[in-house]
Structures are given as C-alpha cells and as structure tokens.
C-alpha cells in the first residue's frame, strides 16, 4: 500500500472528527521521517594526508587535511635541508644514454676530492625512484683523488672499456634519457651527493645518445647546476679526470 492508498483508507474508514485528524497528522510525519532518515552506511570522510608524493602520505585517508610533508633536499621528511654531509664524495660523470654504435649501458662515476680514504661500502645509488638501489660492496675504500664507477651491467662496460678495472656493478637500473635524479647517500641513508640533470638548456643535451658523457667541470663546482656540466670528448672518461677538465 502507497502512501496515497492508505490516506485515502483512512478518511473513508474514520469520520472526519479532530481526533481522525490528529491519525493523518500523526501518519504524515512518521512516513516523512522514514523518507528522511540517515543511510548508517555511509561512512564519515576519513582524514589525512593525500598526497601520494608526501612523505607521510595516508592511503587509507580519502579527504585532505593539511598535513602532508615533504622530503627535503637531504631526503629527511620535513626536514629544513640542514642534515647533508659533505665528506668530499662527489658524483662526477653520468652516462645516461649511449649511443647505438658504443653502448657500454647507464654509469655513474664518483670521485673523492677530500685528502683522506673514505670507505664508501653499504653507501647506495639510486635514481628518483626508491625502489631503485644499488649498495656498493662493504669495505669498499675510495682512495683520497680516486675514481669509481658504478656500472648497469659489467659485461656491457668491460665490453667498451676493457682496460679499466676501478669498477662496481650492476646497478640493476636505468638512469632515464628524459632526464633523471643521481643520488648517492651512505650507510646511514644521509645523503651525500644529488644531481638532477635534464635535457635542455643549460644542460647539455650531447650526452642524450651521441655517444658523450655528462663531466663535472671541475669537482670544486656546484655539481647541482646544469651550466657547471659539459659534454665529454669522445665515449667519456670512466676512473679519471674529465676531459672537459677546467682549472680556471
């Protein structure tokens, strides 16, 4: 029975006296508060941070609540970029897409430009994404004006460079053509040295597969520039000093 139904039921069935009138009344409001009852379903909006690229972002909070955090420059959620170390290991040379007729695959070199050994074992590379890491070796020890490569695929690498033996691999990973993040951080998962490179203007945009290499011009400059990098002579210079090497 509808709701018209059962007014119309009543009014035929009872005469029309105040207290039939108060039954109609009374019928009218409980039918309009069964229509207007709260669905328990629902469930209230669960706060948080949503932002997925936060550091403390919730996936389990569907409404935002102004309280995302970010990673600093030194990789400490919320942090004021106060917590780097600089202990003289730097990130001097990328390779990051080779030509097709000299593939030795991705590297990175790195360089000690400090006055003492560092050893450098369970220090990790990784690009901007963190899922992607490689640990160097424990009791891996960089000599004080030493080089390091760190390698994509030894085979690939010894294929094209034969004669070097200052190397680690394999890294497991691709540094992007696109431009990409070069991040080293030690044992303690401080960061060390970053670099984010891309493919225009004023980096330089040879070593996007022609064969060169992105050089540090000198291991005193903000390697954090694009201006402070050039493109390598030839395949480049794994495990030693740069051929855009500048002392002015």
Known sequence: MNYSEMIEKILVGINCKKYNLIIIIGVLLFYSCE??????????????????????????????????????????CDGDGSTCINNGVIINEINYNSSDDFD??????????????????????????????????????????????????????????????????????????EGDQVRLFDASIRLVDFVEYDISDPWPIEPDGTGSTLELIHPSLDNTLGENWAASNGNGTPGEINSVYDDE
């Open 104 to 177: 030795p695959e991705d590297w990175v070199e790195l360089y000690n430009s400090s006055d003492s050994p560092i050893n450098i074992g369970n220090w990790e590379l990784r690009d901007n994404e963190y899922v992607h890491v490689f640990e160097i070796p424990e009791n891996t020890i960089l000599s004080a004006g030493d080089f390091i490569v760190l390698c994509r695929d030894k085979s690939a690498f010894t294929s094209q460079f034969p004669d070097l033996t200052n190397f680690i691999g394999d890294l497991g990973f691709l540094f992007s053509s």
């Open 35 to 76: 229509n207007t009852i709260i669905d328990s379903s629902i469930a209230s909006p669960s706060y948080g941070c949503t932002d997925e690229s936060a550091c403390n972002y919730d996936n389990g909070s569907d409404a935002d609540d102004g309280s995302c955090e970010y990673y600093d420059v030194c990789e400490v």
